[in-house]
């Protein structure tokens, strides 16, 4: 019922505002705001009414759109694993944007609400396609810079043509099974050659949507390119479709060849992990620095997912929707200070902690759990990452750690750059601290990041059992 409404409320906001006169600039904001605060409270109803204890799937929502001749059987559900990807995040870019592009956002959300929800290969290949548009269409036509349309056809080709494989293997499946029903497919028992070669064909979706190592390129450029909602998407959510696919379809259909091709990730991740970092530290655009953070962040989840054991995955899980919040604040707080002076580039900025105390305080919080300090959200999943790692190979893990000392160098050189030092009266002309709404947005993403750091508990029980029963055939 809950989940049924969220989709139709979704659709419903989308038809509302596609109708709307978008220069009614007030109508289409609260219009807007109130979609997604409807969608956010059933949201966390959701939440409220799940029940933690039972590891099968929930809210289930099943149709059949078939005739005589096809008889295609669609169902949606919600687990542990599904249940914290898609709730917050919109509310907050709807709360910052009011214009034509509140209606991508819309579109943004309802196909995530289908990809995290939908039991179903076909459709889940569906929408894990078709969210392209909308975000092409958001950094191509909404982007800054002269180079936002080469980042906008980085974006779509890195990740389309890593799916054509992805494709052909669900072709393959239903060709010889019969059936592209989750549930069915987890108790069917594929051969040693079969889960190779649809390893290696999953493997490349999702890889390029993490990204791992070498394919990240499209991400520095698309996320300077893009708008700050645009930026604070893809760090928030749409980084997660690699992670979710790989637990929910490469690990849980075929374990073997997951464990199998685990060192060639191994290494993949190590490299991205070690590569983004030192990248990150010589670069000068504000933003191609926290996505660097991003593409080793992410490396070092794809370690936890690929270490076989519950502190491993259930860290990796923690750690990508954290990663969500902090390098989505950070790239909010990097959006209110280029609306200010109308540039990204570190050498213009120095001295803001005299001009904006309360943005050089938020900063702080952000770069502090962009760290993984203890007691902020990043802790918890780094620690219980690189535990899983551990019990997997010493050496490896030793070598992770690395990223840690480097994104230490990195942050915190960013935040002395920017906050201390003297104040550049040629460039900084504007001395106005962040506003109320800006406060607002800030503040909640800060909340989330703490109560996470301080009560990881309450977040990891949602999908304990829900990774026990998926991953069994690991413990």
């Not at 029940?51 to 169902?75: A, E, M, P, R």
């Not at 000068?284 to 997912?305: C, F, P, W």
Request: net charge neutral; aromatic share 22%; glycine share 6%.
């Amino acid at each position: 019922m809950l989940l049924t409404l969220t989709f139709s409320i979704t659709l419903l906001a989308i038809i509302t505002i596609f109708f709307i006169n978008h220069n009614n600039y007030f109508l289409v904001r609260y219009c807007s705001l109130f979609f997604s605060g409807l969608t956010l409270v059933l949201s966390t109803l959701i939440i409220f009414f799940f029940n933690k204890n039972y590891y099968h799937f929930q809210n289930v929502v099943s149709f059949n759109v078939g005739s005589d001749l096809v008889n295609t059987f669609f169902v949606f559900g919600l687990d542990g694993i599904s249940l914290f990807f898609f709730f917050f995040i919109f509310f907050i870019c709807k709360y910052l944007y009011f214009k034509q592009i509140v209606l991508l956002l819309f579109v943004i959300q309802f196909f995530l609400l289908i990809i995290f929800s939908i039991l179903d290969l076909f459709l889940f290949y569906i929408f894990f396609e078709a969210i392209l548009m909308p975000m092409y269409i958001l950094i191509g036509f909404s982007g800054s810079r002269s180079r936002k349309v080469r980042a906008a056809y980085l974006f779509f080709f890195y990740t389309l043509c890593g799916s054509i494989f992805m494709l052909a293997g669900i072709i393959y499946i239903y060709i010889n099974v019969g059936s592209l029903n989750l549930e069915y497919l987890l108790n069917w028992n594929f051969s040693w050659i079969e889960q190779n070669f649809l390893w290696l064909a999953f493997f490349l979706a999702f890889a390029s949507k993490i990204p791992l190592f070498p394919f990240h390129i499209w991400l520095p450029e698309a996320h300077v390119e893009a708008p700050t909602v645009g930026s604070v998407l893809l760090a928030g959510i749409l980084l997660k479709l690699g992670v979710y696919g790989f637990i929910r379809f490469s690990i849980t259909l075929f374990p073997e060849a997951s464990l199998f091709f685990s060192p060639f990730v191994y290494l993949l991740s190590i490299l991205g992990v070690l590569y983004a970092s030192i990248t990150a530290i010589r670069q000068t655009d504000l933003k191609r620095i926290i996505a660097y953070s991003s593409v080793a962040h992410m490396n070092l989840v794809s370690l936890g997912l690929f270490s076989f054991n519950l502190l491993g995955l259930e860290g990796a899980i923690l750690q990508s929707i954290s990663h969500g919040f902090v390098s989505g604040g950070i790239f909010l707080l990097i959006g209110i200070i280029y609306d200010r002076y109308h540039t990204r580039f570190l050498y213009y900025y120095g001295g803001l902690v005299h001009l904006m105390p309360i943005y050089s305080t938020f900063l702080l919080l952000f770069i502090l759990a962009n760290i993984a300090l203890p007691g902020t959200s990043s802790f918890v999943g780094e620690f219980l990452l690189l535990c899983g790692v551990f019990k997997v190979n010493v050496l490896l893990c030793v070598v992770s750690t690395i990223s840690v000392i480097l994104g230490g160098a990195y942050s915190l050189w960013l935040y002395n750059r920017i906050v201390f030092g003297n104040i550049k009266f040629n460039y900084t002309i504007k001395f106005s601290d962040m506003d109320l709404r800006e406060t607002i947005i800030i503040f909640s993403l800060t909340i989330f990041i703490l109560l996470i750091g301080i009560n990881p508990t309450f977040f990891l029980s949602f999908f304990h059992l829900a990774i026990y029963n998926l991953s069994f055939d690991f413990f």
